[in-house]
């Protein structure tokens, strides 16, 4: 039970600063838009990472800085074209919400960029692999389950409690302003995280010379 505990206190102070996934799923929330299926995406992929770096794949990636840096300079681009994407939405509100795609589409779009968000982000291996995984390899063995169940737990609270509570927001925070204040702070953190992904890139490549 301490391990779990240690799991899901751990699993907490990873996943609650606002991040690509956080935004995207806020979003998803406020428009009452998909924003379960976007937490459930993100809660397999935790599963997925977290389990793998508890049980071995942090050392692969910690012995593959190429891959590293592979991830971090696709994930600094994305972030780019999210923030740019986000930025539109906020110069053209009417123009963006007088014609949706069919909900196909909108399906299909909000998975790409879940994909992308998840996938392409280096601070998700950083988070899963390597501190959840270097942590998660000191436990003794046999309880390593309990830990890694209980950052799992983590995961699984917070993105369907997030989505839940944006979609029951979503009257109040879908208004003009608010809708504006949270566009541009979604934006501006993105920029922020992109710029930081950049500076981390450049610094790993000095240290490979």
């Not at 891959?67 to 600094?76: D, R």
């Not at 109040?172 to 992109?194: C, D, H, Q, S, T």
Request: aromatic share 10%.
């Amino acid at each position: 039970m301490l391990f779990y505990l240690q799991g899901i206190t751990l699993g907490l102070a990873l996943i609650l600063p606002l991040g690509p996934q956080n935004t995207l799923i806020l979003n998803q929330g406020i428009l009452r838009r998909y924003a379960l299926m976007a937490a459930s995406f993100c809660i397999l992929s935790d599963v997925l990472l977290i389990c793998a770096g508890i049980f071995g794949g942090s050392t692969i990636l910690q012995q593959s800085p190429l891959a590293l840096q592979c991830i971090t300079w696709a994930g600094c681009a994305f972030l780019l074209w999210y923030a740019a994407g986000t930025l539109r939405q906020v110069w053209r509100p009417v123009a963006e919400s007088a014609g949706q795609p069919p909900l196909a589409q909108q399906r299909v779009k909000i998975l790409l960029t879940l994909i992308a968000v998840t996938w392409l982000n280096p601070h998700v291996y950083l988070d899963t692999f390597v501190v959840l995984g270097s942590l998660g390899s000191q436990v003794p063995a046999p309880s390593r389950i309990w830990f890694a169940l209980g950052a799992v737990t983590a995961s699984v609270v917070w993105f369907y409690a997030l989505a839940l509570l944006a979609s029951g927001l979503s009257p109040l925070l879908k208004r003009g302003r608010p809708r504006l204040v949270i566009n541009l702070l979604v934006a501006g953190m993105m920029f922020y995280l992109a710029l930081r992904l950049a500076a981390e890139g450049l610094l790993m490549l000095r240290a490979d010379r």
